[in-house]
């Protein structure tokens, strides 16, 4: 068992290392729920950009090559903003970045821009 795992790491690590290689891809500035990779990547960081219009803006990132979200899939990352706050808010993550194992999509509540920064 244990022998499994450690290939299961090493699998992991070389991965990374090569996606580690290329260049983060900004996604240009949405507007609205969108998949943003449909196979497998990483994450890099989330640039949003708030303005006070009346409600909560969320931004939220799932491990998912269509959209779909719930059970099954994996919420990768979150960014709220009040609704009385206009500013920008740069989130970036940790090299290598975050395993999207099936893909990387984008669900927003109330209007927010947003740019996803991935591999």
Known sequence: MALRVEE???KMADDAQALGRLPW???GWLVASDVI???PGLLGGIL???EDNGGD???QVWDSPDGTTGAGYVELARVYCSATDELMIWVPFPLPGIEAKLG???VITNEV???IYYR
């Open 25 to 27: 891809i900004p996604s």
């Open 57 to 59: 803006q969320i931004v």
């Open 113 to 115: 821009e947003y740019e």
């Open 37 to 39: 990779k449909a196979e």
């Open 8 to 10: 299961y790491k090493t």
């Open 104 to 106: 990387i999509s984008v």
């Open 48 to 50: 949003v950009r708030a």
